[in-house]
Nanobody
Framework: QVQLVESGGGLVQAGGSLRLSCAVS????????MGWFRQAPGKEREFVAA????????AHADSLEGRFTISRDNAKNTFYLQMNSLKPEDTAVYYC??????????????WGQGTQVTVSS
């Protein structure tokens, strides 16, 4: 059974930082590309960042202005999203996903359950 479990979300003040983790089990982690998406209330789910199976290539949404960084540790079957200079508009549920496509595109193979990030002004 494939599982993607996000952690690290919470409440933070504007300007602060958080690091999200996504622990993956039930698949060969080092052969999958990974991504982060987010969904704010009343809005569609949007792409945040992605990383290739090897870690050799990454992609980040232009709107983030370089504030977020995706990384992975294949030895730990875990990947991360470092979020700096957080803004209230970053408030959303953040989801991790695993897929074999690159660039990542729907339909995505697996999803996590999501973790809430709330940024207060």
């Amino acid at each position: 059974q494939v599982q993607l479990v996000e952690s690290g979300g919470g409440l933070v003040q504007a300007g602060g930082s958080l690091r999200l983790s996504c622990a993956v089990s039930g698949l060969t982690f080092s052969t999958y590309n990974m991504g982060w998406f987010r969904q704010a209330p009343g809005k569609e789910r949007e792409f945040v960042a992605a990383i290739r199976w090897s870690g050799s290539r990454t992609a980040h949404a232009d709107s983030l202005e370089g504030r977020f960084t995706i990384s992975r540790d294949n030895a730990k079957n875990t990947f991360y999203l470092q979020m700096n200079s957080l803004k209230p508009e970053d408030t959303a549920v953040y989801y991790c996903t695993a897929d074999r496509s690159w660039p990542l595109h729907a339909p995505y193979d697996y999803w996590g359950q999501g973790t809430q990030v709330t940024v207060s002004s």
